[in-house]
């Protein structure tokens, strides 16, 4: 997703400067016009903003405090925007010692897709300053929809609320199916039937086709959701809430990565119900792969 949004930046005419901790993974941003840069320290005294997408936690903290992190350069005057999942303390620590440095900060986690962040149209959930999100709104709007969500560090709040929910859904998604499968409702005929009900969502929408496909989406990987299943486990227990659901989608997710490996699609959570069912959800037709889309320009 990263590169699919970098693309957006620069298509949207500014400038762009690109690292990665794969060079391989910059070779074609640089083959279309991009500025390669060895480090992120390298990077943050080029430009006016930087923006960060990565794994998680640790690797965000390592783009900001490590050996070669953005603080080990010249942070003056430089907003960075960060579009990583991740836990809202820890940002909230590396915000400040970033603005300390003299530099600006605006969280913006994303939700969506990888086709939707092809097309730039993915959901950006802001958090920070007005004065800091206005200087950099035109860089958000090239990437996706912005949706403010007050000061810095509630962005990544509102992405792992919406990431429970996006995974509760998810795991109960593969049981309707195939209780409707067995019951004599063919998957195509159930999902038809579902559209615009109270049952719908955007995970039925988007995801279903990637069980008709029998792909199951491998754009998002099972090692990413429970990747963001464990930070919303952290946060839910600092917060002291009930959690039972959320608990039993994470142990559903967890038993299809042990079945099917981690780098597997995240729909698999389904699988593990369809397979144990012994029926199958593949529907013949035309489901165009979500990382097959293209931007509406190209």
């Not at 762009?16 to 320290?41: K, N, Q, S, Y």
């Not at 820890?90 to 990888?114: C, Q, W, Y």
């Not at 009930?242 to 042990?258: C, H, I, P």
């Amino acid at each position: 997703m990263g590169s699919a949004a970098a693309r957006n930046v620069r298509r949207a005419g500014f400038e762009l400067f690109v690292h990665d901790i794969r060079r391989e993974a910059g070779d074609p941003l640089v083959a279309e016009g991009a500025v390669w840069c060895e480090t992120p320290a390298a990077m943050v005294g080029q430009v006016d903003v930087v923006m960060s997408m990565v794994f998680g936690p640790a690797q965000v903290e390592q783009v900001v405090r490590g050996e070669h992190g953005l603080l080990q350069g010249d942070c003056t005057g430089t907003a960075w925007i960060d579009l990583t999942t991740s836990t809202p303390a820890l940002m909230r620590a590396l915000g400040a010692e970033f603005v300390a440095a003299g530099g600006r900060v605006v969280d913006a986690p994303v939700t969506g897709s990888i086709d939707s962040c092809i097309r730039g149209d993915m959901i950006l959930f802001v958090g920070g300053d007005d004065d800091d999100v206005a200087s950099v709104q035109p860089v958000l709007d090239a990437v996706g929809v912005s949706r403010r969500v007050g000061i810095h560090g509630n962005g990544y709040v509102a992405k792992l609320v919406n990431n429970q929910l996006w995974f509760i859904h998810a795991a109960a998604i593969g049981e309707a199916m195939v209780a409707a499968k067995m019951a004599g409702l063919e998957p195509d005929v159930w999902w038809a039937a579902m559209e615009g009900g109270a049952a719908e969502s955007f995970v039925m929408r988007h995801d279903v086709p990637s069980i008709f496909a029998g792909h199951y989406d491998p754009s998002f990987r099972l090692a990413l959701c429970l990747k963001d299943l464990g930070l919303i486990d952290e946060m839910l227990s600092e917060v002291g809430t009930r959690s039972e659901l959320t608990k039993a989608a994470q142990a559903r997710f967890t038993e299809a990565a042990s079945r099917y490996g981690d780098a597997a699609g995240e729909m698999t959570v389904c699988k593990v119900i369809e397979d144990d069912a012994g029926v199958t959800l593949r529907v013949d037709g035309d489901w165009t792969a979500p990382w097959e889309v293209q931007h509406p320009s190209a």
